[in-house]
């Protein structure tokens, strides 16, 4: 069954732009971790977070988590063209599956 | 290059064919998954390996076929596919199953069965 759910489903904006995606999800987890596909290509980490963290930084993305709301957003600031891709999180849901949500198609446009 | 490589990256293949996917990581990871990826479905885990073990099998049909040699190889046997077996097939390693680490990801097979 679906874990995580992200919403928009899709979201296009110009560069320059901040992007915000969000997850939410059904059970208790251990951790949350977003990825990022190009078109047809593999899935690439982005950012694990842990049940007892709340914010989490890596370059141009701020990741937060919000466990008593069981959701999770991905903020990625200053956009670029190349970040142009669909965007997943995925949950362990206490289990040693890594359960992914449909995703976020993110469009930057120049 | 995520030190995942899959072969080959598309293929297509009759409903009667039998064909393998081929995975291979030399990340020293213990764990290794094939999930499915199609069209507007969240991606869909199939089978997992730790330590060369099967330890999931998500109600997979018979006719996908995983094998496992050693923690570095990973296969996926297809026989007698049907049409809605089309889809992007990944495969990934992670350090150890327990999904606290970071999971690394093939470019995938596309997979079109006719």
């Known amino acids: 069954s679906q874990q995580g759910e992200e919403d928009p489903q899709a979201l296009s904006i110009q560069e320059g732009e901040n992007a915000t995606m969000n997850c939410s999800y059904k059970t208790s987890i251990n951790n949350l971790q977003w990825y990022r596909q190009n078109s047809g290509r593999g899935l690439v980490h982005l950012i694990l977070?842990?049940?007892?963290?709340r914010e989490k930084h890596s370059g141009r993305l701020r990741v937060t988590l919000d466990t008593s709301k069981k959701s999770s957003s991905l903020l990625i600031t200053a956009s670029r063209a190349a970040d142009t891709a669909s965007y997943f999180c995925a949950t362990d849901a206490n289990t040693d599956k890594l359960i992914f949500g449909t995703g976020t198609r993110l469009q930057v446009f120049p | 290059e995520t030190g995942v490589t899959q072969t080959p990256r598309h293929l297509v293949m009759g409903m009667t064919n039998k064909k393998s996917l081929k995975c291979e990581q030399h990340?020293?990871?213990?764990?290794m998954y094939w999930y499915k990826q199609s069209a507007k479905k969240p991606l869909e885990l199939m089978f997992v390996?730790?330590?060369?073990?099967?330890?999931e099998n998500n109600s997979v049909p018979s006719r996908f076929s995983p094998e496992c040699p050693n923690s570095s190889h990973l296969f996926l046997h297809l026989h007698t596919l049907q049409p809605e077996d089309s889809a992007l097939y990944l495969c990934?390693?992670?350090?150890?199953?327990?999904?606290?680490?970071?999971?690394?990801f093939g470019q995938g097979t596309r997979l079109t069965v006719v």
């Open positions: 990934a390693s992670s350090q150890d199953s327990s999904m606290n680490t970071e999971a690394f």
């Open positions: 977070i842990r049940s007892n963290e």
């Open positions: 390996y730790s330590l060369e073990e099967r330890v």
């Open positions: 990340l020293g990871h213990n764990a």
